[in-house]
């Protein structure tokens, strides 16, 4: 089980509708990814949110900022709609990606953390960063690792982010682009220098309209194995960890604190029997579409129990 | 004195001393008056008991003896062990004494049947709870009613729920005794596949009775025409004492006559007693332990 949990969702919108031109690129792109052997992807989805700092122009960022209370008007991803097709071929997961530099913006994240399977946060100054692996229940912390890390990377902090259940994302199209590309080296290698080579996982972060920045796994491993990971590690970050990224945000929408859980799909983090389909015009009344336990419904199955009180009668 | 005292006054006009019936008037007005010579007392003379007295004696010797043994016993007992949590007397330890006699008698009773099978291959296609070394095995049948009660317990806790969050977090506090599981996930690969009726749930495992035959073994063969042999254990049935450590179980909850939603149960994170569990507060943890 291949995963790749970061291709760019063309919206950066909260109320704006994908388009077709827009979504035929992203189906060609998830296309590629599916020809390269992965099975599980993630769209992400990054919203422009405008900083709170700068409050000066306050009317125009309020309206920006704004998120519906409607939960099912907020998520873009519309995987029952518009990817259908792949419902048997590829598995498709919706992820939140929220730039903060205030610790006091996280209270939306309770909001997305029901919505979208995966919420992952890109800190930019330490103070977030400290508040995002303290307080908040999220799934992975990634960075923009062109530019420099917002703080040094210190033992204690990540690896109790690890200890937590946060995984630390890298994304290599970074490596792909020309600019920058000592800065991201060495950037990962302070971050795994203070992960002890654990907790991380790596993800394409391609563009939707350019598919040709996939790869496949066994080009992706040399590149680590220049950073000192040894290769069970490489396969680690694909596969299993990723994976652990992925049962983490599914266990959260679809259980209740890890302890009882909706089932009736193949396994955890299956979502074939979810209703994703957020334009669904909303004749249950409920909050949140995705929580609806109808489309969990199935037909009695036939246990010994059925056999033994039938025998009865 | 409005009494007209008739009876009295008939008894006393038998009598050789009062003549004629004004005078018997008079005496019985006299009778219950407080001031009158004669008093209303009765007297009551003791007596030595007769056959009473020695029957009553009998009894007390019997009753002190017993209570002297009573008494003996408990003081042996707290002597030995005040407060002690494996004294016999408590129900929890006579109920594990239970599960463990139960369990010995169902390994004994399968190890001879396993022997009886050799000599007669016949003897395990048929019920063997019908034999007679099988007469101290727990029935599956016998446990069933639970079953509906738990059902119907579960129509009422889930009656008003549309959301995935709310039914879970009400199923996390529910009760699981008489719920119907199946076993999906377990290190142990002898207990992948088990059902059976929950008979009691503690911290650390989880006590099933599983009915006799009637297993994954019967679905698999019913679809493909092959006929797996079933052991002697699972001819037998019985309780089934399963971990929750690295377990996952499912069950299903009715919500109309055809349909039900299948919930799963992870062990792992219910590692608790279910009367603690029904007021704590769960918190999600590092998912490491959870494989898919």
Known sequence: MLCDLNILFPVT?????????????????????????????????????????????????NNKFKISNDLNKINPININKDFKEY????????????????????????????????????????????????????????????????????????????????????KYTDFLNNKNRAQVISNIKQIVRASRNRGMIISSGCNSNKPYQLRNFNNVIPILKMINIDSNRCNMMFKDWSLKVLLNGRLRCKSYKQTILISGDDNLIDNKLENNNWNYENLENINNIKQSLNSYKKRKSDTSLNRILKKQK | ???????????????????????????????????????????????????????????????????????????????????????????????????????????????????????????????????????????????????????????????NCKTIDVATSKLSSAEFVGSYFRVTHCTCPDNIGLEGIVLWESQTYVLLIIPRRNNWKDNISSNNNLEIPYTAKECLGGLRMIPKKKTRFTFDVEVDDEHSIEFEFIGDRMGIRSLDRANKKFKSHNVKDIDL
């Not at chain 1, 031109?21 to 422009?48: C, D, M, S």
């Not at chain 2, 099988?134 to 806790?157: A, Q, R, T």
């Open chain 1, 87 to 170: 419902l048997n071929r590829i598995k498709i997961f919706s992820r939140i990606t929220i730039k903060i530099d205030d610790p006091s913006q996280c209270q939306n994240i309770s909001k997305f953390q029901q919505i979208f399977d995966i919420v992952s946060i890109e800190p930019i100054n330490e103070k977030s960063f400290q508040s995002a692996i303290s307080n908040l229940e999220i799934d992975l912390i990634s960075f923009n690792l062109q530019e420099r890390l917002p703080c040094y990377m210190k033992h204690k902090t990540l690896c109790s982010a690890i200890e937590k259940g946060i995984f630390f994302e890298f």
């Open chain 1, 13 to 61: 919108e909260f109320n704006e509708k994908i388009s077709i031109n827009q979504l035929n690129e992203l189906k060609n792109t998830i296309n590629v990814a599916e020809q390269l052997g992965y099975t599980h992807i993630a769209l992400n989805f990054r919203p422009n949110l405008t900083n709170s700092n700068s409050n000066s122009n306050s009317n125009n960022n």
């Open chain 2, 1 to 159: 004195m409005d009494r007209s005292n008739a009876i009295e006054h008939l008894l006393l006009s038998r009598c050789a001393k009062y003549n004629g019936s004004g005078e018997i008037i008079k005496f019985l007005e006299q009778r219950y008056s407080f001031t009158g010579p004669q008093k209303n007392y009765l007297v009551l003379e003791p007596t030595d008991g007769g056959q009473y007295l020695i029957d009553n004696q009998k009894e007390e010797q019997k009753a002190s003896a017993n209570a002297k043994d009573f008494l003996s016993v408990k003081s042996k007992q707290s002597n030995a062990s005040k407060d002690n949590k494996y004294n016999g007397l408590k129900t929890k330890n006579e109920f594990k004494k239970f599960v463990q006699q139960s369990l010995k008698l169902q390994d004994s009773v399968a190890k001879k049947l396993h022997k009886l099978c050799k000599k007669n291959p016949k003897i395990l296609k048929q019920d063997v709870i019908e034999l007679k070394i099988c007469s101290g095995i727990l029935k599956f049948e016998d446990f069933i009613e639970m079953n509906n009660l738990w059902k119907n317990y579960m129509k009422e806790l889930l009656q």
